[in-house]
């Protein structure tokens, strides 16, 4: 049995039922020119995460653990994509738009694709998904059955949209869900800092945070 130091207590943990869920660093979300910045947002925020999120990953491929990563996409006909999650609002441009990396959010377009910093190596799972959280409509839950994962690491964007939805489907189904302060951003500062406390607040009621260097010492002792 592993243990990683953690907030608001030490997260156990068994290394052949750990898995890190990297949510969606997409070129949409962090790049000039794509769905994050449609909506207004500063995308140079999200950027600063990618070595981190890097060093995450590596240190997972190093101890030979699970990796999967999630895509936020759509079908080019749209028939995935809720009205209401196209229409909502007045951005720039809308799911399904052309934009500079493609058709935004839209599955083999340039700009749904991971950047290549953090590109998924060969035989790492990808999940592309239609919602904000990685278990609608996707095969995650039946993934993490077949590896055996019953505690999962999180990374990735944005903090209180993606992977806190995720986080909160992932703790209704019963895994210890940890998140990595480090390696992950929103494009509020604000956010994400209540997104970090409300996690860990009442005992750890969706889950822990911990920083990166400390997830790594702890799969080193595991
Ligand atoms: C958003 C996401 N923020 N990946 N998606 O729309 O968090």
């Not at 986080?167 to 956010?191: I, Q």
């Amino acid at each position: 049995m592993g243990v990683i130091a953690a907030e608001p207590f030490p997260f156990p943990f068994e290394a052949r039922s750990l898995a890190l869920i990297v949510i969606d660093m997409q070129r949409d979300f962090i790049e000039r020119g794509g769905f994050g910045e449609s909506l207004g947002n500063d995308v140079a925020r999200l950027q600063r995460i990618v070595p981190t999120t890097r060093r995450l990953i590596e240190g997972f491929r190093a101890h030979g653990l699970p990796i999967i990563h999630t895509m936020e996409c759509h079908r080019p006909d749209l028939s995935d994509c809720p009205p209401a999650k196209r229409d909502r609002g007045a951005p720039l441009a809308r799911i399904g738009d052309a934009g500079p990396m493609g058709r935004i959010l839209i599955a083999g377009e340039p700009g749904a694709a991971i950047v290549p910093e953090l590109a998924p190596a060969p035989g790492e799972i990808v999940i592309e998904k239609p919602g904000k959280g990685a278990f609608y409509a996707t095969p995650l839950q039946e993934t993490l059955q077949r590896l055996g994962a019953r505690a999962l690491v999180f990374a990735g964007v944005t903090t209180e949209v993606c992977v806190q939805t995720t986080m909160r489907e992932a703790n209704d189904r019963g895994y210890d869900c940890l998140l990595a302060e480090d390696a992950t951003e929103s494009y509020f500062a604000e956010f994400k800092a209540a997104t970090l406390a409300m996690i860990r607040a009442q005992g750890a009621i969706v889950g822990w945070t911990a920083t990166t260097s400390h997830i790594l010492e702890g799969l080193l002792n595991g």
